[in-house]
């Protein structure tokens, strides 16, 4: 790959199993892409992918077993990456022809959200409750933290010099502590207009040990999230509520068999060490403005 010029864009994708949603998803890939965009794959599974890509002008593949988590992967594919702006796309989403065109040719060097629709939901991003968790974004009038892991556009640099993906929370959630840390620098996200793409969602938790590994680290990454981001106003204004909604949570996860899980990620996210913060901390002024249509309080 490194003998073709040099792209305008780069996908990054970090695989880890799925081998069946991929025979459906890479086929929209190989028909929409054209000379100027490259593709990274960083396959975190215990086997080497069976599947052809059928991408070998294009793509470039790395394998690691040892499976650092997606946000190291995330990492790894951008450092890969040879072009200025790169556009990470979970491989269970299928592409069009008009989509990354419109990818490519938007002028933005800024970051943009792109949306997905899952199980006929379209969802923009992330967002946040006043009371500190995050979602996905399906109210289009709410505040847009930042894009979400599985569809966004950024310069290269904003991962390799100042911003990395965090890789200490390994999946699930670290795309809300990347955003919250974004918002906390000034850096903005923006909607990327008259594009959505089909999602099919859930292949990575469609099994028990799935549930158990999500239901586990959602919440310790929420907690985690909450002790290195935000500011002491800010936890100081929200720990209450946020904490008691961890609780209320138990119950759901009682009823879904995956209690235990959920308690472990508890225990997890209160204990687990933590970075330093390459930035300053989300302050309470910002999270007023950053949540302030993100569900009624009191």
């Known amino acids: 790959m490194s003998g073709y010029p040099r792209p305008r864009l ?5 695989l880890f199993g799925g081998a069946d949603t991929l025979r459906e998803t890479l086929p929209t890939w190989r028909e929409s892409l054209t000379a100027d965009v490259e593709v990274v794959f960083v ?34 594919a951008v450092h890969l990456a040879r072009s200025d702006r790169v556009f ?16 490519v040719e938007e002028q933005s060097d800024g970051l943009l959200a ?39 556009v950024f310069p290269s640099d904003l991962v390799l010099r100042s911003h990395p993906f965090p ?31 089909e999602h099919v969602g859930g292949h ?4 028990p040990r799935g549930q158990q590994l999500k239901a586990r680290l959602l919440v310790r990454n929420r907690i985690a999230t909450f002790r290195r981001v935000l500011g002491l106003r800010t936890k100081l204004s929200i720990g209450a509520p946020f904490f008691a909604a961890i609780v209320v949570n138990l119950a759901r996860k009682v009823m879904q068999g995956t209690a235990r899980a959920y308690i472990r990620g508890v225990l997890e996210g209160l204990r687990l060490p933590l970075p330093p913060l390459d930035g300053p901390k989300l302050s309470w002024a910002q999270w007023k403005r950053f949540t302030a249509d993100g569900g009624e309080r009191g």
């Open 167 to 197: 890789d200490h929370l390994f999946a699930w959630g670290e795309d809300a502590e990347w955003g919250l840390g974004l918002c906390a620098s000034g850096i903005i996200t923006r909607e990327l207009k008259g594009v959505v793409l």
């Open 10 to 14: 780069t996908i990054v994708s970090v």
């Open 204 to 207: 990575s938790v469609d099994n």
């Open 114 to 152: 792109v949306a997905l629709r899952t199980d006929g939901q379209v969802h923009v991003g992330i967002e946040y409750s006043w009371w500190g968790f995050c979602r996905d974004r399906t109210n289009l009038d709410r505040h847009l933290v930042g894009p979400s892991g599985g569809a966004a």
């Open 43 to 76: 396959d975190h599974s215990a086997r080497a992918l069976d599947v052809d890509l059928g991408l070998a002008r294009w793509a470039r593949y790395e394998w690691n077993p040892e499976n650092p988590g997606f946000a190291a992967g995330v990492n790894r």
């Open 88 to 103: 990470l796309l979970n491989p269970d989403v299928f592409l069009t022809e008009e989509a990354l065109r419109a990818v």
